[in-house]
Structures are given as C-alpha cells and as structure tokens.
C-alpha cells in the first residue's frame, strides 16, 4: 500500500511544519494524510519517494481542480456532459482513487450499491476537501440512491472509529502520523455516534472498508469497466450534469468550468 512509502517528517514538512499542522482538525490531517498517500501511489510507478512540492496559491481545503499544480490544463466537456465524462477529465487522482476502491467492492462480491458508493465516495474531492463527506453527499444526493448519499456523508467520520465486525481498524498509519492520543473533533464523535445507530449504518462502513484499497497502487480500473454499474445506479439527466437544474448543479459547473471568476 502507498503509506508504506510515507514518513511522519514528509507529512508535517506538506502542511508547513509543526505549528501549522497543530491548527488542523482531525478530517483536514485525515484528508491531507489521504491526499499524501494517493500522490505516493502515482509515483510509485516512477519509483520515487514523495517529497513536499509546491503548492498553487489557494486554501487547503479548496478541491484538486484548483490547483494548477496538480491540473495544468482543463480538457473540454462534451456540451451535455456525463459521469463517466468527468472521470475521465476532471477527477484525475480522486477518480483513480474511487475506481480502486470500487473494484475492491466488485471483486469481494459486495452489493451493488456499495460498489457504486465506493466509485463516487471521494470524486467531490475536485471540488472542495473540506468536510468532503457533507460535500459529497451533497453534489450526488439528486443522481443516486439515498442510502448512497448517506453513506458518503458519514463515511467521513467513520473512519476514525473502527469495527470488528467487517475488519475494519484504526489505520496504523493515523497512528504514526497523528500520534497515539490522537482525538478528532466533537463534531465528528458526534457524526460516528448517530451514524453508529442508524439503520444505514453499514453503507458507510463499508465505504471505508473499500476507501483503505483505493491506495492500491496494483490495481488500476478504467471507468470503462464500470458504465453497467453506473448506467443502473446512477440517475444521468439527459440535459447534461450541470445543465438540469438539480439542487447541485451548480457544483457540477464549477467542475465544468473551475475558471469562471463570477
């Protein structure tokens, strides 16, 4: 797996020292540990350690297709633009990571729902990583089953809680990073303790049961072999993600077209 690769001392030198990460909450450490490890995956193919780089002039917590540095250039949508055409186009490392994680579900026979909720769990990720869960359930809440939706937005603070019942542990690798009295927030004690009794429980257990694979750097789907699985859980409007006026759309645009200043 990519943590392997990682070391305490190149993960505190990407958040710009010891004081600047003591001001991160558990979910930015989390998503910039993940970030970390998706970045080390892609260059394993290079054979080359990651190392701290330079980052575009925006907020941490803005989404990847901000960040010129890690997108240079924008490629064209089609004029009614599908799922599969923003995989293709603008979720780059989010995407990869989604389709790993996707293909873990497909190839441990997991139901289909939560082969679809693996594929999408982390694509808002583009967009905007702060509270990515909420985010994410957000943009995909009009296009998918509601249990996906919910799954996605508790997923964010499942992880940091484990459960025996589906091998899910506390990642080594929080442990080596974060310390071992690390606690998150309140916020999320309180996502996992609703979540932990919700009838939906287990749709986002297992999409971080999925997540801990999307790092699997010997494994690399194309979205190709997922157009089935999307064509039947995915609710693709015939205007074009972006153009149909669903509470999200918005979203989809700012993907479209992340340059647009007004």
Not at 77 to 88: G, H, S, T, Y
Not at 236 to 256: C, F, V, Y
């Amino acid at each position: 797996m990519a943590g392997d690769q990682i070391d305490r001392r190149t993960f505190i030198a990407r958040l710009g020292g010891t004081a600047a990460a003591s001001t991160l909450g558990a979910t930015a450490l989390a998503d910039e540990l993940e970030d970390l490890q998706l970045e080390a995956s892609l260059q394993k193919a290079e054979k080359a350690k990651p190392k701290p780089r330079p980052r575009a002039a925006v907020r941490r917590g803005s989404g990847g297709v901000f960040d010129k540095l890690r997108v240079p250039e924008l490629e064209p949508l089609p004029a009614e633009p599908k799922l599969i055409d923003f995989f293709r186009h603008r979720f780059a490392g989010y995407g990869l990571h989604g389709l790993r994680s996707a293909q873990h579900a497909l190839d441990s026979r997991q139901d289909e729902i939560h082969v679809m909720a693996a594929l999408v769990h982390d694509i808002v990720q583009s967009l905007v990583r702060s509270d990515h869960g909420y985010w994410g359930a957000d943009l995909l809440a009009p296009y998918v089953d509601e249990r996906i939706a919910w799954g996605i937005r508790y997923h964010q603070a499942l992880r940091f809680f484990p459960d025996d019942s589906v091998g899910y542990e506390y990642p080594e690798l929080y442990v080596r990073m974060f310390g071992a009295d690390f606690e998150p927030e309140p916020y999320v004690h309180a996502a996992y303790a609703e979540a932990r009794k919700h009838r939906w429980y287990m749709h986002a257990r297992m999409i971080t049961v999925n997540d801990t694979y999307g790092f699997d750097d010997t494994i690399n789907p194309s979205i190709d072999e997922f157009t089935d699985i999307i064509g039947r859980n995915f609710r693709q409007p015939k205007e074009g993600l972006g153009s149909d006026n669903s509470p999200s759309a918005h979203m989809w645009r700012t993907l479209i077209n992340p340059d647009r200043p007004l």
